[in-house]
């Protein structure tokens, strides 16, 4: 900064001047004090100009750091109401936590890294039985059961490391009772401290409900697993009814017997009597590893033929023995525990099914095992008497008496009923009509004897040629049919090749004189193509026939094919 103090000159004195050399120096020096007066004056200038200008910043570097200040302080003071507001809102996001704390269903526990409780909502002091002061550094551990804390901290530690989500281990109270919950623990922070939260929520209804499903579910298995054996044993019982209907004869029948109600009863042992015209009662079939050994019994006062009902003897030792049912002391193991279900028909008792370690099951299975006595009997009741009818008919009037084939009756009545089968199970059924041809002169050059020989050889040929389950007849006159249930039209078909070469190969003796060869005609027909009933079917066949006579004999027509 330049010096702004006045320059004080001093003014000596004024000699007079001896010289104008003096004179001109003096001049000269007045000038130098001139010159440097006005240096001096700009210097000052200057000086002020300097002092001016360093003012100005200086005022401006003041305004600046003012409004730097003002800004400042404007800056901090809404940092101070936005820390007030953050402040207000921790505050109200605190008190709604401990609201919630309070107010939630849910165990909730606050504890630090080394397990130590440090807070719990109210829940857990109400349900649990603990006071607070209780709680307080309690170990976590020690809310659980204790022969499952080890598998506890197991389980905290997977939730914490993220291995696992929940857990499952019940809470303890402090009268030790357990409380089934689903617990979800979390790392966080409390009070400025690093801690965990366990959330533990109550599922008892869920338990129970799933109780009560997997209830539901173990009997609706069992009502499953009964549902299914009951339509086992109906599938063995239709099964057996099925085969006794096509058996010719009731021995047949008895061994299907045997082997049906042995898979209905399995493990036990049975047997089966039916009524003799005596008054006794014979063993038809037995089954079992101990089936009974007595043939043929009297049944006097027997209470199931006299009562028609189901007999149970639990202690064959101490009860009241039936006549018809004896201990077998064969048995090594000595009496055991029978029932005897009888087998009524049109009110009178044909049979009796005997049936051996049935009664001392199980209440529950009990019932349903007497049920299907019961059942079983009137089925066999049902089917034996049938086929016991069916044969009784059978001996009477199904037979013609010349060739020993069944006769027309016979075919009538029995067609209908395998096309009734037929339709039932979608199996077809083929039909064979055949005629002698020029069974008239042969007749008139043999004799009517002559003839009768031929129908009974071909009668016997024919049998020769058929299956168990297939029917011959003996149509009328020289007309044979044949009924063969499931045969496709193609076997049906190649089954009338085989008897039109086997009766163009036929020789018959009559007299010790040979009878001349015949040939004959066949019409084919096939249940349901060529008809839906009996009679519409054997039409179809009988007019295939009538076409192969007219074609010339000694051939085949197959319905539906004659145009």
Not at 204 to 232: G, P
Not at 339 to 357: D, I, K, Q
Not at 409 to 434: C, F, N, S, W
Not at 470 to 486: N, Q, S
Request: aromatic residues 6%.
């Amino acid at each position: 900064m330049v010096n702004s103090t006045p320059v004080q000159t001093e003014i000596l004195p004024v000699e007079e001047p001896e010289t104008l050399a003096e004179i001109t120096a003096l001049h000269q020096r007045i000038a130098e004090l001139e010159q440097m007066i006005a240096h001096l004056m700009i210097e000052r200038r200057r000086a002020e100009d300097a002092l001016h200008r360093m003012n100005a910043e200086l005022e401006q570097r003041v305004q600046e750091r003012t409004l730097e200040l003002a800004r400042a302080n404007k800056a901090l003071q809404a940092e101070i109401y936005q820390r007030q507001e953050k402040e207000q809102e921790w505050r109200e996001s605190e008190h709604r936590l401990q609201t919630l704390f309070d107010k939630v269903d849910d165990f909730l526990f606050v504890f630090d890294v080394d397990g130590h409780i440090l807070h719990s909502n109210p829940v857990v002091w109400r349900r649990l039985g603990y006071v607070p002061e209780a709680l307080q550094n309690m170990h976590m551990l020690n809310i659980y059961p204790p022969d499952q804390q080890h598998e506890a901290l197991d389980a905290i530690v997977a939730m914490i490391s993220g291995q696992s989500a929940v857990c499952t281990i019940p809470l303890q109270t402090s009268d030790g009772t357990l409380i089934p919950v689903q617990t979800r623990v979390t790392h966080g922070n409390w009070d400025n401290r690093d801690v965990f939260f366990s959330i533990s929520r109550d599922i008892s209804d869920l338990k129970q409900a799933q109780e009560a499903l997997e209830q539901a579910n173990q009997q609706l298995k069992h009502s499953v697993d009964e549902l299914t054996q009951r339509n086992h044993d109906i599938t063995l019982l239709n099964e057996m009814g099925d085969k006794i209907h096509f058996c010719e004869s009731l021995d047949d029948a008895y061994t299907i017997v045997e082997h049906i109600v042995a898979q209905l009863f399995p493990n036990q042992s049975g047997a089966l009597y039916m009524s003799l015209s005596r008054g006794e009662m014979s063993l038809v079939a037995r089954w079992g590893p101990h089936p009974p050994g007595q043939r043929v019994v009297t049944p006097h006062h027997c209470p199931v033929v006299q009562g028609h009902h189901l007999h149970l003897i639990n202690d064959p030792q101490s009860a009241q023995r039936c006549h018809l049912c004896p201990i077998d002391r064969s048995i090594s193991a000595g009496a055991v525990p029978y029932a005897c279900v009888p087998l009524v028909a049109h009110g009178e008792t044909m049979g009796v099914l005997h049936l051996r370690n049935g009664p001392h099951l199980p209440q529950s299975v009990r019932d349903l095992w007497e049920h299907l006595a019961v059942t079983t009997a009137r089925k066999l009741a049902l089917e034996l008497s049938n086929l016991h009818l069916r044969e009784r008919l059978r001996n009477q009037a199904v037979r013609d008496p010349l060739t020993g084939l069944f006769n027309r009756r016979y075919l009538d009545e029995t067609l209908k009923r395998e096309l009734q089968r037929a339709h039932r199970h979608a199996h077809p059924v083929g039909v064979i009509m055949l005629d002698i041809d020029h069974f008239k002169q042969f007749n008139d050059t043999y004799g009517h004897d002559g003839g009768d020989t031929l129908l009974r050889a071909l009668g016997s040929a024919l049998q020769t040629q058929t299956r168990g389950e297939d029917i011959v007849c003996r149509y009328g006159g020289e007309e044979f049919t044949l009924i063969l249930p499931g045969a496709t039209l193609e076997q049906t078909y190649r089954r009338a090749e085989q008897l039109l070469t086997l009766i163009r190969n036929l020789q018959v003796q009559h007299d010790g004189h040979p009878l001349r060869s015949i040939t004959a005609s066949l019409g084919v027909a096939i249940f349901p193509e060529h008809g839906a009933t009996d009679e519409a079917v054997v039409k179809a066949a009988d007019c295939a026939l009538y076409l192969a006579k007219t074609r010339g004999r000694d051939q085949i027509v197959v319905a539906g094919l004659m145009e």
